[in-house]
């Protein structure tokens, strides 16, 4: 079943897989760079075929391959400033959020992932063009 987790902010590399330290999606990161990480819905059970680029304390298959061009990542690398405002605007999602944190911990949320979001676009610029790179080269 699906799995309810809530970290507005998760170091993606802290625990790089063998597949992973050199895959070309993941090249010029940082240990120290960090995503938006928030999961109502995460796949656990990774399909059998997928090679696990990276994982992290919170989730064993934040980066995946399937295939030659596919890949999936269990974060939110598209998080820009209006995307909180659309999340909380989706009927329960404010609920949800107060529920897996604690009451009154949605300002803290917010603010975190306002704080954070110079730092969480600049990686997500690099990962696109690594995908880029890696699709279209």
């Given at each position: 079943?699906?799995?309810?987790?809530?970290?507005?902010?998760?170091?993606?590399?802290?625990?790089?897989?063998?597949?992973?330290?050199?895959?070309?999606?993941?090249?010029?990161?940082?240990?120290?760079?960090?995503?938006?990480?928030?999961?109502?819905?995460?796949?656990?059970?990774a399909?059998?075929?997928?090679?696990?680029?990276a994982?992290?304390?919170?989730?064993q298959?934040?980066?995946?391959?399937?295939?030659?061009?596919?890949?999936?990542?269990?974060?939110h690398?598209?998080?820009?400033?209006?995307?909180?405002?659309?999340?909380?605007?989706?009927?329960?999602?404010?609920?949800?959020?107060?529920?897996?944190?604690?009451?009154?911990?949605?300002?803290?949320?917010?603010?975190?992932?306002?704080?954070?979001?110079?730092?969480?676009?600049?990686?997500?610029?690099?990962?696109?063009?690594?995908?880029?790179?890696?699709?279209?080269?």
């Amino acid at each position: 079943p699906p799995r309810s987790t809530l970290f507005p902010y998760t170091t993606l590399f802290r625990s790089p897989t063998e597949e992973g330290l050199n895959h070309p999606l993941l090249k010029n990161f940082r240990k120290s760079d960090k995503w938006v990480n928030v999961h109502l819905v995460e796949v656990v059970d990774a399909p059998k075929e997928a090679v696990i680029l990276a994982t992290s304390s919170n989730c064993q298959n934040h980066v995946m391959q399937l295939g030659e061009f596919a890949y999936s990542c269990q974060f939110h690398p598209e998080v820009c400033d209006h995307t909180l405002d659309g999340w909380l605007k989706i009927p329960g999602i404010p609920e949800a959020i107060e529920d897996l944190l604690g009451a009154g911990s949605l300002d803290h949320f917010k603010s975190s992932i306002t704080e954070n979001l110079p730092a969480n676009n600049a990686a997500s610029l690099i990962l696109f063009e690594n995908w880029c790179n890696l699709v279209f080269n």
